[in-house]
Structures are given as C-alpha cells and as structure tokens.
C-alpha cells in the first residue's frame, strides 16, 4: 500500500522526538565499555566470558518481536509505542543503579539480563516511532538523528569513567575490585534513562490513530494467541530486501560484539602486556578502551550528521557499504599498532565510528524504505532478531574456537571482527533498498 501523507517535523522536533534514544544509548553504552573489565574484576574467564554477555542476544531474540507485535496492536490514552517506552525506561534505571554493586559475577550476570531486558523493551517501540511519525523523505534525518544520539551518548558513557576519574582516585575500588568511577558513572545512567524518555515523549508525543486504523486494530486485537500469530504471518510475508539484509547484518553484529568483549583484553596485552584483571596495567587498559570508545562514539555523532546529506544523495546501501569497510579495516589495524601506544589507536577510531554511525542509522532507513508502514512494529521488532542472533552465535562459538583457532588471544579476535566487516560490506551492496529518496516520494510496500 502507499503511504500516506504526514505532518513534517521541524529539525529542533525531530531531535527532541530522540532525546529519549539519548538515554538509552547511554545505558548500552555503559555496559559495551564497562562490563567486560566489571566481569575481569568479578573473576571471569576470557574464553568462557562471552557465555556471560548472553543476556543482550537473548533477550532481544525474545522480547523485542513480541513487543513489536504488541506495540503494533496497542491502543492507550498515550499511544501505541510510548508505554513501552516507558515500563522499559523504568527496568533500565533500576538495573543501571544496582549492577556496580554486584557482589558477585552471577549477580552482575542476573543483573544485565534485566537490563537489556529493559532496553528491548524501548528499543524497537522507538524505532517503530520514529517511522510512525516522519515522512518518508524525513525518515533518514529521524534515523540518522538517532545514531547522532547514539555517538553522543555513548561517547560520554565511554568517558564517563575517566573523566571522574579526574577528581576521584581511579585506583578507589570496593571489596569486590570495582572501581569507584564505575559506580557513579552507572547512577548517572540510571538518572538519565529515565529522564530523556519522559522528555520526549512529553515534547513530540504519537499521532492519534485515523479512522482507519483504529478500524485495523478492532480488526486486530491485543492478545498472546494473536500477537504469536502475527509474528508467525510477519516472517512468513517478510520483504524480500529486509531478508537481503540478514547477512550483512550478521557479519556487522558479530564483529561488533567480538569488539566490545574483546577490547580492553586486547588493549592489555598489546599497551601493557598484561592479561590479569587484579593488575593497574589492566585497569589502565579498560580507561584507555573507554576513551577509545568515547572517541569512535564522538566520530560516529559527528558522522551521522554528515551523512544525513550524504544519504539523501547517494542512498543509504552504497554508503553504509563503504562504512562497514572503513570499520573493518580498522579493526583489522588496532592489533598491528597497539604496541605503538594509545595515540594511533585513535586514527583507528575513525573508521570504527564511521562504521558505528552506519549501522545505527542506514540499515534502518533500507528497513523503513522496504516494510509495510502499518507493521512498522513488528518489523522493527523482527528485524532486531538480525542483530541478537549473531550475537548470540558469537557468545556460543566464541569458547569453542577462542583457543584453538585464535590462539587464546584477544588481538586476533579483534581482527576476525575486521574481516567480518569487509563481508558485511559486500553483502549490503546487495540489498535492493536504501536508495536516494526525494521530497514528494511515496514508499510502496
């Protein structure tokens, strides 16, 4: 069906509509940066720990198609989208607050499931926002605007830590080996992912449903049997450019979480030659991976907003294409000039940030171009199932070829994500959606 026409957004609107995505890319980013030295701390082993990052896979692959499908059906005085938001947003501040003062690693481990818990639930309602309310011309500064928040807020989460640390003795560590910083940088994060989401959706709140969709929904209603159903029906009927997209989507996402679990291990070895978590040098090496971080996230902001135009123009395959490949050139970069300090490790953050930028914010706009308006939920919701199972495929083969394939080392982890990157890279120039959209066009689906 076509879409019809929506009342367009100024930019201010579009970028309070995402303030929201502002704190909760903050909480991601808390965990990318910090849980990995926070479970090296509690007493993980490298090979077995990606067992432990299970939680974000997981609970994707459960929560998020099923919150689409409700979302989709969902009629309340505040909107289809915006009480999942909100019950989400609530999980998320609550498990932020308590998982520094994990006592032990099962608590932390426990603790993360609620958390991405939490932020399944937000996640693919927000994004369903986000092609529920724009234009379809508008949608690539929606989108992008959302990786733009994405950099911003995960470059701060990142920096959080060392930038306490300028005021707080970084070697102040509790009982259990966490550092102070951490802990603080986490309620920071509890404050604001619940703060942000309450901001927009109190600023730029849902449409009221038309005439024919609240028809569609009486014809549709809220319940287990049917929202299982239309899951069911959804995959079946998927579009053929969504289905194109699954494997540069695996590729991207299984190099991604290789890097997150692997970069301060990494970083250890090759700075300080080290791969003892209870050692200064380890600790030094998980600051320099969050100002690493902090740094690709601030690319990435910087980045989105230059895309927007960019995009626009070229469409958003080929440029997404040339942002996994400045990606995975980077990471295949970072094992070769780590011994050479922390400072030509940032020339390798620009590619990684590029990268970033990309996947937050093109695969989404190839997505919104190929799916049916009036699923946009569920669709969303399907179409984070190609984020959380190579995730979970990495945390399950991770401990089987650590070791004998990779040598036990993190560095050429690093580097298999690099490689993963470049095929991502070729297979996006397959996908038959993301090209140039102009003012006045209409999406057909």
């Keep these: 069906m076509a879409e019809i026409g929506k009342p367009r957004l100024s930019l201010w609107r579009i970028i309070e509509m995402n303030i929201g995505f502002f704190g909760l890319q903050f909480s991601f980013g808390l965990q990318q940066a910090n849980m990995g030295p926070i479970y090296g701390f509690l007493g993980a082993d490298e090979a077995t720990m990606p067992l432990l ?11 998020q198609p099923i919150v689409g499908a409700m979302s989709d059906r969902t009629r309340s ?21 308590l998982m520094p003062y994990s006592p032990t690693l099962w608590m932390a481990a426990s603790l993360l499931w609620l958390l991405d818990a939490g932020n399944n639930v937000t996640m693919e309602p927000y994004r369903a926002y ?28 990142y920096l959080a830590p060392s930038l306490l640390a300028l005021v707080i003795d970084r070697n102040l560590l509790d009982a259990n080996g966490i550092p102070q ?36 929904l009486d014809e549709r209603p809220l319940t287990v049997r049917a929202t299982l ?18 494997l540069a989507m695996f590729c991207q996402w299984y ?71 400045g990606s995975g050139l980077a990471m295949l970069a970072i094992p070769q000039i780590g011994g050479a300090g922390p400072l030509p490790l940032y020339a390798a953050m620009l590619g990684i940030g590029i990268g970033w930028a990309g996947m937050m ?22 179409f984070n199932m ?44 397959v996908v038959d959606a993301g090209r140039a959209v102009r003012r006045g066009d209409k999406v057909a689906a």
């Excluded at 990052?53 to 929560?63: D, E, I, Q, S, Y």
């Design 53 to 63: 990052w299970l939680a974000g896979p997981m609970t994707g692959l459960l929560v």
């Design 77 to 97: 005085r505040f909107g289809r989208r915006t009480p999942y938001f909100l019950i989400g947003a609530i999980i998320c501040s609550i498990s932020l607050f």
């Design 130 to 157: 986000v092609a529920d309310r724009l234009a379809p011309d508008q949608r690539p500064v929606g989108f992008l605007t959302q990786s733009a928040f994405t950099g911003l807020a995960q470059t701060l989460s």
């Design 181 to 216: 910083i951490v802990r603080i940088a986490f309620v920071i994060g509890a404050v604001l992912s619940l703060s942000t989401i309450l901001w927009s959706v109190i600023r730029v709140p849902e449409l009221p449903l038309t005439v024919k969709e609240e028809a569609m």
């Design 229 to 246: 159903a239309e899951i069911r029906d959804a995959i079946a009927a998927m579009p053929r450019p969504m289905r194109q997209l699954a």
């Design 255 to 325: 190099a991604m979480f290789l890097y997150w679990q692997f970069i301060a291990f990494a970083l250890a070895r090759s700075l300080h030659g080290t791969a003892d978590p209870a050692t200064e040098g380890f600790r030094d090496a998980a600051l320099t991976a969050q100002q690493l971080g902090a740094f690709y996230n601030l690319i990435a902001f910087v980045s989105a907003l230059l895309l927007i135009p960019v995009v626009r123009r070229w469409g958003a395959r080929s440029i997404h294409a040339l942002c996994l490949t």
């Design 361 to 382: 914010g093109n695969t989404y706009v190839m997505l919104a171009d190929a799916i049916p308006p009036e699923r946009n939920g569920i669709y969303m919701g399907i």
């Design 386 to 429: 190609f984020i959380v199972i190579p995730m979970l495929v990495e945390t399950l083969t991770m401990p089987l070829i650590y070791r004998p394939l990779l040598g036990g080392d993190p560095r050429n982890a690093i580097m298999l994500g690099g490689v993963l990157m470049l095929a991502g890279a070729v297979a996006t120039m």
